[in-house]
Every structure is written in structure tokens, then in C-alpha cells.
């Protein structure tokens, strides 16, 4: 897989983005309400189906390689932490996005990204609530039900999600023709 300079450069951006949004976080235990889906799905969009998911993958590598640039730190540890799930679904998410979203031969239309950016934020609560309940359960050994996992691990995350899918759809339609032409 041969990438050009400015297609990696514009990966390691995304994911640089992606580390950013979750230092701007409100910090409600145990998984924080953070930015960095919103950098997930412009990654998708904007960079495509593969530099999103090698933008979200480059981020989940450099954390996992002890970079602190996970919301509460890095290293291999944080494959511990009840919110791992989460940063596990950003790259499967961006790679939803993308396939959705590809569907539509490069069309902006609003509802087709909303329901791109909507699939891949399930994808992506999905991953994060699955891994919060089995870790707070079997790792954490603190035992909670699915409703209460599928409260904290989600229903408190939907409001945010919504806007913020509706901020990256905003923001697609203004720099899709300028990534484009720095693509090239």
C-alpha cells in the first residue's frame, strides 16, 4: 500500500485531532463525554474509508505504545480501563462510516451523511458499552447490569453524539473540496 506524503501527513493530523478531543472532555465517571468521535467522523469523510480507519488506528497504536495521548494517559495498561472499548470502535467506526458513506458516489447530501455518522457512532457505543460491561464486571469485579451499562455507556453519550454528528456533517460539506485538493 503505497500513500502519498500528503495523504499520511493528513492521517497523522486526524488522529493528532483525535488525541486533542479527548483532552476537551467532561470528566463523568467512568468513561468521560469527550470530542473525539467528532474527530472520527470527519476523518471517514474526509480522508476517506482508509485514511479514516489508518488515522484511528495510528491514534490507538501511539497510545497503546505509551504515548499519554489517551483521556487518562497511555500504555498497554489502558487495555484495563473500562472506556478501552470506545478508542477499540474509533477505527471499526471509521471504517462503517466510510463503507456507508461510500455508498453515496461522494454525495454530501445531509441525510446520507447523518445516517453514515449515525451507523458508526452505534458501531462505536456498541464496542464501548459491550467492553464497559464485561471489564467493570470481570476485571473491575463490580458487578452492574446491562441497563445500568447501557445507561452510563450510552444514553448519557446520545445528545452530545447527535450534535456532534451534525457539526461534522457542517464541517464535511465546507472541507471536503479542500482536503480534496490537498490530496492530490
Avoid: C, D
Amino acid at each position: 500500500m503505497n500513500m502519498p506524503v500528503k495523504m499520511l501527513l493528513l492521517i497523522a493530523l486526524f488522529a493528532a485531532l483525535t488525541a486533542v478531543g479527548g483532552f476537551i472532555r467532561i470528566p463523568i465517571p467512568p468513561v468521560p463525554i469527550t470530542l473525539q468521535t467528532l474527530s472520527v467522523y470527519l476523518a471517514a469523510h474526509l480522508l476517506g474509508t482508509k485514511g479514516g480507519v489508518a488515522s484511528q488506528g495510528l491514534f490507538l497504536i501511539v497510545g497503546l505504545l505509551g504515548v499519554p495521548i489517551f483521556t487518562m494517559g497511555g500504555g498497554p495498561g489502558y487495555i484495563l480501563k473500562p472506556s478501552f472499548g470506545y478508542l477499540v470502535g474509533f477505527p471499526i467506526g471509521a471504517l462503517v462510516i466510510g463503507l456507508v458513506a461510500g455508498k453515496s458516489n461522494g454525495s454530501l447530501n445531509w441525510w446520507r451523511l447523518f445516517m453514515a455518522n449515525g451507523v458508526g457512532m452505534l458501531v462505536i457505543l456498541f464496542i464501548g458499552v459491550l467492553y464497559l460491561y464485561i471489564n467493570t464486571n470481570l476485571i473491575l469485579q463490580t458487578e452492574i447490569t446491562w441497563i445500568h451499562a447501557l445507561w452510563i455507556g450510552v444514553a448519557v453519550f446520545l445528545p452530545g453524539e447527535i450534535v456532534k454528528i451534525w457539526i461534522a456533517i457542517y464541517l464535511v460539506r465546507k472541507l471536503k473540496s479542500h482536503i480534496q485538493l490537498l490530496q492530490r
